[in-house]
């Protein structure tokens, strides 16, 4: 599977914080394997232990459904909409929950295979990074709090 981080990704996503979290920026890269997909994940800037509110330094990281980093100023990634969840699963079973991110230093690289969606099921969505750790059971959606960084999954 390494061998496929070595070519041109099938899709992409630029991760950028709100106002708030200003300092995080970085790259999702989504490659087609068999099967399914690696999700690799270069993120600098995220807030640490010390920095409120953070879990342990983890940080809930879905794709959503909405196809927009827009909002409001109170909610700036409320267009982000939900949980990629094509097949109306409970939580964490939706297609578009990821294991959380680590933050060492303030940034993480994460490398991930999921058989739950291709690159192309993906594409036109968007990809959240939240403040909290996803707790795994709450629902709809892990209790991972604020939505403080977004990305929209082109090809």
């Not at 267009?79 to 990821?98: K, V």
């Amino acid at each position: 599977m390494l061998e496929n981080m070595n070519r041109k990704p099938d899709a992409y996503a630029r991760v950028l914080g709100s106002a708030e979290y200003s300092k995080i920026h970085g790259d999702v890269y989504f490659f087609g394997v068999y099967g399914g997909t690696i999700v690799v994940a270069q993120i600098y800037g995220l807030p640490v232990k010390g920095d409120e509110p953070v879990s342990g330094n983890f940080h809930g990281f879905h794709i959503h459904a909405g196809s927009s980093c827009t909002g409001t100023a109170a909610e700036p990634f409320k267009n982000a909409d939900g949980h990629f969840n094509p097949g109306n699963s409970d939580h964490p079973n939706h297609a578009g929950d990821l294991p959380p991110l680590l933050a060492n230093e303030n940034m993480t690289w994460s490398a991930v295979y999921t058989e739950r969606f291709n690159p192309e099921d993906v594409v036109g969505h968007t990809v959240i990074i939240h403040a909290m750790a996803d707790d795994f059971h709450s629902q709809p959606s892990g209790n991972a709090g604020t939505m403080i960084a977004c990305g929209e999954i082109k090809e």
